[in-house]
């Protein structure tokens, strides 16, 4: 199966600066089948991205997907208060899907 | 409002035991042509893993790793759909979330249009946290 690596494990930063979340895959992607999802404490995960690069229905498009085959990137332009969670990938060009462990996208 | 609810057993199972878990879903059908239902779990603090799914027309996929010890299953009359996992151990333990995967159609050569998972989860249960614990 697909292992996809995240990385950083955690990214510190403050309002208003961007983020830059990596994900990395151990093989090819086929058709760019990668999402992006966003997990707050407590709660259930929200996808924010599909195809790499679609936003899911009302995200705004301060989040913006990109990459291919095995580099996938999610920025995030100008972060808010609300954008402080931890963001997963998830693979579903091969069987089974996998998701990656994740990056914490904290408050520096 | 379309909205995934998780049930179960409480939280605490024994090592051996058999997990059951029901999905209430409302406002939308389990028999709905374009909607495929998961579960995915999450050991505490750790990543996602996918379990499998099921569609109302008898089709179920089941992550490999777990295939041995899962069964999926619908009830119409209740809009649920449930999974058993069997020979649990502390490994096991994790919160457990149902999921929708709306799916994508396609249109064969021959015949009416088809639907295949999409694999995007656009909407999840709150999760159920089942602990492992003798």
């Known amino acids: 199966e697909i292992v996809l690596t995240q990385s950083p494990g955690t990214l510190s930063l403050s309002p208003g600066e961007r983020a830059t979340l990596s994900c990395r895959a151990s093989q090819n992607i086929s058709r760019n089948s990668l999402a992006w999802y966003q997990q707050k404490p407590g709660q259930a995960p929200r996808i924010l991205m599909s195809?790499?690069?679609s936003r899911a229905t009302g995200i705004p498009d301060r989040f913006s997907g990109s990459g291919s085959g095995t580099d996938f990137t999610l920025i995030i332009s100008r972060l808010e208060p609300g954008d402080f969670a931890v963001y997963f990938c998830?693979?579903?060009?091969?069987?089974?899907?996998?998701f990656g462990l994740g990056t914490k996208l904290e408050v520096k | 409002q379309v909205q995934l609810r998780e049930s179960g057993p409480g939280g605490l199972v024994k090592p051996s035991e058999t997990l059951s878990l029901t999905c209430t879903v409302s406002?939308?059908?389990?028999?709905?042509?374009?909607?495929?239902w998961h579960w995915i779990r999450q050991p505490p603090g750790k990543g996602l893993e996918w379990i499998g799914y099921i569609y109302h027309k008898g089709a179920t996929d089941y992550n490999p790793s777990l295939k041995s010890r899962v069964t999926m299953s619908l009830d119409t009359s209740k809009n649920q759909f449930s999974l058993k996992f069997t020979s649990l151990t502390a490994a096991d333990t994790a919160v457990y979330y149902c999921?929708?995967?709306?799916?994508?159609?396609?249109?064969?050569?021959?015949?009416?249009?088809?639907?295949?998972?999409?694999?995007?989860?656009?909407?999840w249960g709150r999760g159920t946290l089942v602990t492992v614990s003798s």
């Open positions: 406002g939308d059908s389990v028999t709905s042509d374009s909607s495929y």
């Open positions: 998830q693979q579903y060009g091969s069987a089974p899907c996998t």
């Open positions: 999921a929708r995967d709306t799916g994508v159609s396609w249109y064969p050569f021959y015949g009416p249009k088809s639907w295949r998972p999409s694999w995007n989860f656009d909407l």
């Open positions: 195809g790499a690069s």
